[in-house]
């Protein structure tokens, strides 16, 4: 291949670079147009000011013979960089897509979207295939070539399932072209297109490459759980995108607020894509005052467990603790040909994996809300919702930060009733009566405005990114909060 060693010519090349190439090279490019050598009586020669450029570009030179001009050398190194794009481009997998997943039937509308606009935000009920999908539309697209296609998920287990699923789809071995990060964990290569990880992995990654080099698309998956993690994300991407043009960024979630989504992202285009779902039927059962939790259950399990269509059962809690007690009084009950298991986050993946292996008779399975969303447990047919969860709060009058156990709201609540009826028609069990359900608030209140915010203020000082009061969270911290966290940290010196 000829060398292009004019200045337009690399310029040119330069769009062609891996993306974290391309900040080093235009740098160099720069210095190359501004220290043209200028003939004058004192210096006839122009050595000196090549020489120059020669040093600023000496960064990344050492494959380059000596006696080589600095565009030459420049040029040797950016069609190494288009070279491994082109090898990456050689190995995109085939892309195929299962029919009856309504993602798919709107797959051009998503597809052109992307293609047109730097931020597009996909509202997908349950079972519409959206996390699985997504980053194949991604590589239709010819993404993750120059740099990664970086895929968020709220917690590991759903991190490393939807990395396993995706790989089987485009029938690649993990680790290579879709591989997967989490915590102590490291499934990704210099081959990997597609890169599943966890938001706090995300968040780490910003403190050594600010600008996100490495990724040419950020799909960030389950929005609507808003944690602190999510939303510092979301405004430090709204700051990051006019510095990163060729970024895009997905937005996806099954249960969001999209008008408010949409106005952080100038009005981002937003696609609502409809679920895959059987007719599911809600049962109101609050049980009798003398009646506790752990009976209540048992008594909801006999009765799906007599229907005449057998199926797994899951059933929400809030938290490990009340895990433990529903699983006692259901061993006490003696059901027959029956397995019970716990899904929590703390759980260690080994055994959090279980819930997906093939199982004989009913599975029973007991989890907190990491069962709402991402991690979809194959088999359920019937849901158990106690309508409660573990929130975490923060009193700034008391300093406390508390994990009461509190109602949920109606947008978990849908979302637990869309785990069952995906295989066939569902039954979900509400422990709780209607006009309950009815004076939920529609939504769960965003971690950001019921947390301490000492350790927030500390991160964003650590990333440089300005005042906590200006920065573009969706929903800005009330100012009580921010007090506080700088005088907790200001007591702490």
Known sequence: MTRPATYPALETLLSQCMTVDRPRFLKELRALHTAQPRPSRQQPSPRPAAAQVNARSSRGTDNVAPGVGPQESLSTRMQASVARAAQRQKSLPAVS????????????????????????????????????????????????????????????????????RIAEELRVPLGGVVGYQVRFQDQCSDRTLVKLMTDGILLAEISSDPELLRYDTLIIDEAHERSLNIDFILGYLKQLLPRRPDLKVIITSATIDVHKFAAHFGDAPVIAVAGRTYPVQIRYQPPPADEDLPAAVVSAVEELLALPQRGDILVFVSGEREIRDVAQALRKAELRHVEVLPLYARLGLKDQRRVFQAHRGTRIILATNVAETSITVPGVRYVVDTGYARISRYSYRTRVQRLPIEPISQASANQRAGRCGRLADGVCIRLYSEQDFAQRPEFSDPEILRTNLAAVILQMLQFRVGDVRRFPFVDPPDNRFINDGYNLLAELG
């Open 97 to 164: 897509y299962a029919t009856n997943l309504p993602v798919v039937v709107q797959k051009e509308q998503i597809a052109d979207a992307i293609g047109k606009h730097q931020v597009v935000i996909v509202s997908g009920e349950t079972g519409s295939g959206k996390t699985t999908q997504l980053p194949k539309i991604c590589l239709e697209l010819g993404r993750g070539v120059t740099g990664l296609i970086g895929h968020t998920q709220p917690r590991r287990i759903a991190a490393s399932t939807v990395a396993n």
